[in-house]
């Protein structure tokens, strides 16, 4: 329950856009108030890789890595077709670093270059290999005290042990235990650190990638007495001569109106788990199935159009895709396994249609990849796919949510999670496939693919798909034959990561009503404010990137030239 029912700002929605802004608020001096529905801060950034692209940014300098934001402007052009947004998109590339550098100084965002991590189109003009991504630094979650069950835990499917969180830099150590003495020493470090970790808490303290970024955004909060209302709803925005100075929000105590003197920032995460509005705007081949936070149901879109708000749909696509895996926990709760970077770049595996053939190549961008199975699908939600492997790639790198060096493979294929299979032609008829069609694009592939070639798709033949593939593995990180018995094969599902359909905004992220004007008082970030990127996936962290830096945008334009609204609600203060 909130001390009072009067603030300088009121966010709605936890995730990194909505505490960016409150952060940046009450960095800035305000009173700010935070609503979060579920009973979680972090929203689906918990969950995520917490990846930020932020080209020109100061780390990348410091770090002798060249890089403009003419040659931002350039590969953004090239990547991002479409007019539309595009003021938003150099407001971007002139506050991105600027968000940053505000960030690092006065909350406990930390972050720091990925030295390695290409944009999706390396071949455009502008790209970089490197530098543009910021990751946030290790967190100890131990330091939110008991606010640290309040932090949205991150998938258990990326979690060792029921709970151990491990980076980018961890995991080849991991691969590598038993045949290297370092790597050996590292990874008994690390579950040393864990096992004493859960001796007084219910998971590993040590937090990575976008389980990091939300803890540190919350300790900034927590460090800043921005009350947090967690279980409750926004049903309405108060309105009165124009201008939005409040919102009706209704918890366990009911319903009740709370003055934002200053404004309201929207940013509840989208609609990824709308019913109704996923069929209007999303193709029929999309399906159902979602990897975004359950909380995104479209609270912010639906409020702000009641009050006049306007949609951008002018859009290459309406969502952000990633191919996604379905099961069933031991606890009985249903899961969504994001096939990001873990499995489909590696050496020794393919992905197929429900005519057996391949129709992508396997090494693209987690975007583009679901693009392919939304064409190939045809608008059939019935479509399926497939990803196919042997022992050799299921035991050296896992598939989905089945890590590598699984000895009980069993669990998985009795529960039909899995097809396991003696011969290709088997697997086949197991998932529904021409046995003859299969095997000929498993023949196709392999004859190529023993000499690292796949003059199919050109597989590995950029940095990004080398960059995911496995560099230990010659003459090619992406190729390698799938020819060793069992075989098995895994059904993917198109899913999305998040809407890139959302609220029209101007430089300040100020929502604009249907004439295109600035509704006085009222902001969004996140997934509520449309995509700068138009649905296009230039690079990692282009989801996150923008709601940090028009999180910060809202919060100082707040702070600064804010429209104070006096409001005659109860509680006016």
């Not at 990897?291 to 009050?307: F, K």
């Not at 499995?343 to 020794?348: E, H, I, L, Q």
């Not at 996140?526 to 962290?541: A, E, H, K, V």
Request: proline share 6%.
């Amino acid at each position: 329950m909130p001390a009072s029912d009067a603030y300088d700002v009121v966010v709605i929605g936890a995730g990194a856009g909505g505490m960016t802004a409150a952060a940046v608020a009450a960095s800035e001096g305000l009173s700010v108030l935070l609503i979060e529905k579920t009973e979680f801060v972090g929203g689906t950034t918990a969950w995520s890789g917490g990846m930020v692209w932020i080209p020109a940014n100061a780390h990348m300098k410091q770090a002798g890595m060249p890089d403009s934001a003419s040659d931002a402007a350039a590969y953004l052009a090239s990547t991002i077709p479409e007019i539309e947004n595009a003021g938003l998109r150099k407001t971007f590339l002139a506050r991105g670093p600027e968000a940053v550098e505000y960030l690092e100084d006065n909350t406990e965002v930390r972050l720091q270059p990925v030295k390695t991590y290409p944009d999706y189109y390396p071949e455009q003009p502008g790209a970089t290999a490197g530098g543009r991504v910021l990751e946030p630094v290790s967190f100890d979650g131990a330091r939110l005290g008991a606010n640290f069950k309040r932090l949205r835990p991150p998938l258990p499917e990326f979690t060792l042990f029921g709970g151990m969180m491990v980076n980018r830099l961890d995991i080849p150590h991991l691969r590598q235990f038993g045949r290297s003495f370092r790597s050996t020493l590292r990874s008994l470090r690390l579950v040393s650190q864990y096992a004493l970790q859960r001796l007084r808490a219910p998971r590993g303290t040590t937090l990575h990638l976008g389980n990091a970024l939300a803890a540190r955004l919350y300790a900034s909060l927590l460090a800043r007495n921005v009350e947090v209302l967690f279980g409750s709803s926004v049903e309405r925005l108060l309105i009165e001569d124009g201008a939005v100075g409040g919102v009706q929000i209704r918890d366990s105590s009911g319903g009740r109106p709370i003055v934002a003197r200053k404004g309201v920032v929207l940013a509840t995460g989208g609609f990824s788990h709308d019913k109704n509005l996923r069929e209007r705007y999303f193709p029929a081949a999309a399906g159902s199935v979602s990897a975004a936070s359950p909380a995104g149901c479209g609270d912010g879109l639906r409020v702000a159009m009641a009050a006049g708000a306007s949609i951008g749909t002018s859009v290459a696509s309406p969502a952000y895709w990633v191919p996604a895996s379905r099961f069933q926990r031991a606890d009985g709760s249903p899961g969504v396994f994001p096939h990001t970077v873990t499995d489909r770049a590696k050496p020794g595996i393919i992905a197929v249609n429900s005519a057996g053939k391949r129709f992508i190549n396997e090494a693209l961008s987690y975007h583009e990849f679901v693009l392919a199975m939304l064409r190939d699908g045809n608008d059939a939600t019935t479509r399926s796919f497939f990803l196919v492997c042997d022992r050799r790639f299921l035991w050296t790198y896992g598939l989905g949510r089945i890590k590598p060096f699984t000895w009980r493979i069993r669990p998985y294929v009795k529960r039909g999670e899995l097809i396991e299979a003696a011969s290709i032609g088997a697997l086949a008829a197991a998932i529904g496939v021409e046995p003859s069609a299969l095997s000929k694009t498993v023949n196709d592939y392999n004859a190529h693919a023993r000499m690292g070639h796949d003059p199919a798709f050109g597989r590995g033949t950029s940095i990004y798909q080398r960059h995911l593939g496995d560099p230990n593995h010659s003459p090619n990180p992406c190729v390698a034959p799938i020819e060793q018995a069992p075989f098995y094969a895994l059904r993917i599902y198109p899913a999305d990561l998040g809407t890139a359909i959302g609220l029209k905004t101007d430089g300040h992220a100020r929502v604009l009503s249907k004439d295109g004007t600035a509704i006085a008082g009222l902001y969004a970030c996140g997934n509520d404010m449309g995509s700068i990127m138009n649905g296009n996936y230039p690079g990692p962290g282009i989801t996150l990137g923008p709601a940090l830096t028009f999180g910060y945008v809202a919060g100082r334009h707040l702070a600064q030239t804010g429209s104070e609204v006096h409001a005659r609600q109860r509680g006016r203060a």
